[in-house]
């Protein structure tokens, strides 16, 4: 086997392992990634606005403490789910015994089902026998949390801009287009 087919044999499953774990945002995944999209956007301009030294605005509504806060829960929520399932899948003998192929494939398998649990469709590997107690509850506990856990918080990020009055652009406005190649392009030109 060449080098390059090998790579892709690594690189393939790992980059949609790491897809569905950033909370299938990417366009065409399954599941629930409009509010992950949101998310992540509000954390972006907070970001930005930090950059800059501006208070943060979106869609020109100001993003306050609890905005963020809420953002950052829908973010780390399902994450933490997926890791505390898998770290005790793996402390469980068990757990461990579902699995067919022991080893790194054993450990991707049982990564991959509470990925999946926390962020997709909730599909296992065919090498783990998920159809046991352990599993049943760990990934229905995993499921609940990566669904409803992040469900929570985006209608409390919805409520409380949906609260706010509307800011009105000021000459201190950065629109999100000036932060980026517009900028870099007038400075080159000058």
Known sequence: MDLTRATLYILLPLSLLVLMQVGEVAPGGAGSGLYGLLAFAVVAVFLAGLMVGRTPELLGKRLGAFEIRMAALMILLPSLA???????????????????????????????????????????????SANQLFYNLALAACMAVGRFGVMIPALALAGSLAARSHTPETEGTLPALMLGPIVEHVLWLS
């Open 82 to 128: 997926l890791l505390a399932g898998t770290a005790l899948a793996c402390l469980l003998p068990a757990a461990r015994g579902a699995v067919a192929n022991p080893g790194p494939h054993g450990f991707s398998e049982i990564l991959y089902a509470f990925s999946s649990a926390a962020n997709n469709n909730g599909s296992a590997f065919a090498g783990l």
